[in-house]
């Protein structure tokens, strides 16, 4: 069983900063990719950023330039810089992410629980 644990959320201002990290435990073999996602109350959930084994980052448009999303694959753990927010950034934010786990590298998807990130003076 793998078990996603998000830290980081909470209230800043304006312009101001956070970062979100998703730790994974649990029988990890390997990770295939991993990502952010977000979701205000009565609106659709949207990729914020995502990375994957082999590629780069992606990023949703609205987000590029102030979000970084980055892993450390040795401890299973994915992260999300978010500079200069603004107060249409607030939402739950949910880790993601897609795993090779067991003693066979069975691959499965995997969510965190969510964390509150507001945006607001």
């Known amino acids: 069983q793998v078990q996603l644990v998000e830290f980081g959320g909470g209230l800043v201002q304006p312009g101001g900063s956070l970062r979100l990290s998703c730790a994974a435990s649990?029988?990890?073999?390997?990770?295939?990719?991993m990502g952010w996602y977000r979701q205000a109350p009565g609106k659709q959930r949207e990729l914020v950023a995502s990375i994957t084994s082999g590629g780069g980052p992606n990023y949703l448009d609205s987000v590029k330039g102030r979000f970084t999303i980055s892993r450390d694959g040795a401890k299973n753990t994915v992260y999300l810089q978010m500079n200069s927010l603004k107060p249409e950034d607030t939402a739950v934010y949910y880790c993601n992410a897609e795993y090779a786990t067991g003693p066979f590298g069975v691959r499965s998807v995997h969510w965190g629980q969510g964390t509150q990130v507001t945006v607001s003076s």
């Open positions: 649990g029988s990890i073999v390997s990770a295939y990719s």
